[in-house]
């Protein structure tokens, strides 16, 4: 069974850094991209950033550009995020997701728990 399992979140002032991991196990291939998706209290879970491991590529969305980097390593499929210069509007709890196609054509087929990341000004 696939479980994704977060770790990293916490409490920082704004401006200041926190770098989340994710690892996932009961999978011994490569993930096609992995995720990572934020939820706000009162607001939809939204995609903060992606990777998919063929040719590295990566999505952020337009809230983070410049401030998030996704990263990862599919052999382990660990997938991290690197959050610099952090806004009291990034608190939310943060999830990691795996696709588990083989192209990419479906949704995110694994989530995690979730981790809270809580920025004060």
């Known amino acids: 069974q696939v479980q994704l399992v977060e770790s990293g979140g916490g409490s920082v002032q704004a401006g200041g850094s926190l770098r989340l991991s994710c690892a996932a196990s009961g999978r011994t291939v490569s993930f096609y991209r992995m995720a990572w998706c934020r939820q706000a209290p009162g607001k939809e879970r939204d995609g903060v950033a992606n990777?998919?491991?063929?040719?590295?590529?990566?999505f952020n969305a337009n809230s983070v550009k410049g401030r998030f980097t996704i990263s990862g390593d599919n052999a382990k499929n660990t997938v991290y995020l690197q959050m610099n210069s952090l806004k009291p509007e990034d608190t939310a709890v943060y999830y990691c997701?795996?696709?588990?196609?083989?192209?990419?054509?479906?949704?995110?087929?694994?989530w995690g728990q979730g981790t809270q990341v809580t920025v004060s000004s």
């Open positions: 997701a795996a696709d588990g196609t083989t192209d990419g054509a479906g949704g995110w087929d694994y």
């Open positions: 990777i998919r491991w063929s040719g590295g590529r990566t």
